[in-house]
């Protein structure tokens, strides 16, 4: 499911136009966005926590020619499900 299929079942359900869950919608995903920028997670209880994790440098190696180099530091946003999230799916037979 892509944000557009989120935006359009979301406004069946409450009745509301596609425009303005689709607003609300870029809000939150801005919002979440602008606080991880600002290196603070974004914590919604009962779903999980968006936080952001440093790599520090490191050795690495070409993989097309061999050759060792440096992988710079790097930031990067992760998603860690929250235990009520974990437990729904899990009861999920796949």
Do not use: H, W
Not at 24 to 42: A, K, Y
């Amino acid at each position: 499911m892509n944000k557009d299929a989120i935006i359009r079942k979301v406004a069946s359900k409450l009745d509301l136009q596609y425009k303005v869950v689709k607003d609300v919608t870029e809000m939150v995903f801005d919002t979440i966005s602008d606080c991880l920028n600002g290196e603070e997670p974004v914590n919604i209880v009962g779903f999980g926590t968006f936080d952001l994790k440093t790599r520090s440098s490191r050795q690495g190696r070409n993989p097309k020619t061999g050759e060792t180099m440096v992988l710079p530091k790097s930031t990067r946003a992760y998603f860690k499900p929250g235990r009520s999230l974990k437990r729904l799916v899990k009861k999920k037979p796949r």
